[in-house]
């Protein structure tokens, strides 16, 4: 499936649009830092929340939990700094 | 500046909140030179070189609202890698406990002399961490992070200064690497001869004016803590509460900083040691009364020296403004070099870097309009 990219990643990606596999956001993540190590902590910290002011889009819904579960059409989508500035 | 000659280019690492810089010193009085900024936009807390092999270097970053990494770099500077793994609390183990989470690396420390590849770390929530690669991998150093008394010694990650709680000031102790020093603000100065196994707090003759019992056995504010590498059984720190100093075998810390002026007081942010002698130490004292404005007291910055072990202290400021001059140094943003004379560095937070080639005799503007400057380190680096 595929995953946007937010620019503060793009260091780790070089592309806006990753495609990644997985039945969970947990794994979709674990494959995205498969691909691009030490991604994954920057957007997810130690105790698998993910951070403060991190948004991930699945379509047109907030994921809340790394236990999201995703279907292989789903479009996901990393959005960084949305807390009012 | 007068009485600087035959000096090694010094390259200085400045930190700042939106990236690091390298500033290059051309000898011997020639001009400063900025490099790009490396990372910009993402906050640094420190960039260190690693006098072991002169090539190495670390930065702590914090990089707008991702997580907090480390980046390593082994040609002077010129390329950064992000550490494979960077500090990182474990997981929690427990439905019902809670987890910590890392909020930033502040504090960077190479290791021993006799551990090439060593490397210490200090961070908030404050917590100690080590890594055996040359900064690739990290590990939290359990017998300080996982000790009983963590969270009454250091708040653990439910307090402390605005800025979060910290760890910093690791100071090893160039006879033995498992003789180590480091000082949490809140929380005070804890001591290992152990490499870290087992650790107590030494801040003895401490007094916290906000504390309950003001000479308590720990919770006091070391802003920073300096052992002196040629002797180390000799301590200084800037604490909350004023400037003191330690002989080890006393045990007891002594307020040196009653000798300051009674206009300017003790009270600041970073202490620097003279590499080569015991008794010069210098510290740049703010404006602590009533508010707490942190700024230089009166507007007119200046930095305090001592060549008595703190029994005297003499006023240095050629070349500063003589007025409305509202500093603010933050804790590691005044350092020196080795050179002879010694060459001393301040950054301030509202993005100017200061030097002085001459012990601190007089003092020259060496960059202006950078960001906030968190800190300044001053390494001899290959042209």
Known sequence: ?85 | MPGSTDLSPVTLLVATRKGGFLLRGSQPDGPWSLSDPIFLGATINHIVSDPRDSKTMLMAALTGHLGPTIFRSTDYGQTWKEASRPPAFPPASGEDEKGIVLRFTFWLTPGHASEPGVWYAGSCPPALWRSEDGGDTWEGVAGFNQNPMWREWTMGDEGGTPGGPTLHSIQIDPRSANHIYLATSPGGVFETTDRGATWQPLNKGILSFFLPVPEADYGHCTHALRLHPQNPDLLYQQNHCGIYRMVRQEGRWERVGKAMPEDIGDIGFPMVVHPRNPQTAYVFPMDATDVWSRTSPGGRPAVFRTDDGGQTWARQDAGFPREHGYFTVKRQAMNSDRQDPLGIYLGTTDGQVWGSRDEGRTWAKLADYLPEVLAVEAAVLPQ
């Open chain 1, 1 to 85: 499936m595929k995953i946007i990219i937010p620019s503060q990643l793009l260091s780790y990606t070089r592309r806006v649009e990753v495609q990644v596999e997985g039945g969970t956001l947990a794994e979709v993540l674990a494959s995205l830092d498969r691909q691009f190590p030490g991604l994954r902590f920057r957007i997810i910290d130690e105790q698998n929340e993910i951070r403060p002011h991190i948004r991930i889009f699945v379509n047109q819904e907030t994921a809340r939990s790394l236990e999201f579960t995703l279907r292989p059409e789903d479009e996901i989508r990393i959005i960084g700094a949305i807390s009012g500035g």
